[in-house]
């Protein structure tokens, strides 16, 4: 199993426990997300120490404050890196507005050419922006592959697999009682356009909801929805494996 999304330098406890244990639950690899300069470094420091950790390099929307063209440049050098295989996570975030408005829109459109430069996958986050989220893409992100992280857009999901270039990635909240509407759209999203995440330490999923996330626990989601599909854990294993290498191209 992989773990398309998560942030080892916010987890408990150290690098090399997490690893350890997510190898003990059968996932070889991990795609660990950066969302500031410093955390885009830890990324790939923590991805240049363990060869199933691979790194994304991005600004978070809820640090995009200032937003400026040094800060552009650092993520091209950062982006550079053998173990960098996407470009992320960014997008809009309005939920929170932690950052002006202005600067989440400068620093995810420089971020979708970041992305059609490198040739390497966008990764999203969206929070209560999902007009304007999906407008951006649409207009600016053709011929980029999309990663739809901790997909959440349920009502828009005929929406969004009418784009064949982007995967859709669930995380652990698709487990919790409530999320049905989840689960019924990962049911509708093709074996090759899959993904499974943690989004650690965030959104640990039943039946460990409330406890820290790690990426051992991507398992838990992995199992739910090969339920939902009414297929074995190994087959969704191997449709997982096989979306993830063409998206991330490893």
Sequence with gaps: MIDSHT???VCEPPDAELVAAAEAAGVTRIVTVGTTGGSC??????ADAFPQVYAAIGRHPNEATGFNDADLAELHALAAHEKCVAIGETGLDYYRDYAPRGD?????????????????????HTRAADDDTLGVLTERAQGIRVILHCFSMADRIEECL????????????LTYTTA?????????????RLLVETDAPYLAPHPL????????????????????RGITYEEL?????????????W
């Design 7 to 9: 942030h080892l330098d």
């Design 41 to 46: 470094r830890a990324a790939l420091a923590a």
């Design 104 to 124: 989440q829109e400068r620093a995810f459109h420089a971020q979708i050419e970041l992305a059609r430069d490198t040739g390497k996958p966008l990764v999203i």
């Design 162 to 173: 009418a784009h064949q270039d982007w995967w859709l990635s669930f995380a652990g909240n």
């Design 180 to 192: 049905e509407p989840l689960r019924a759209a990962a049911e509708l999203v093709g074996p090759e």
């Design 209 to 228: 909801r409330g406890k820290p996330n790690q990426p051992a626990h991507v398992v838990h989601t992995a199992r739910a929805i090969a339920a939902r």
């Design 237 to 249: 294993e191997r449709g997982i494996e096989l979306s993830a290498a063409a998206v991330f191209g």
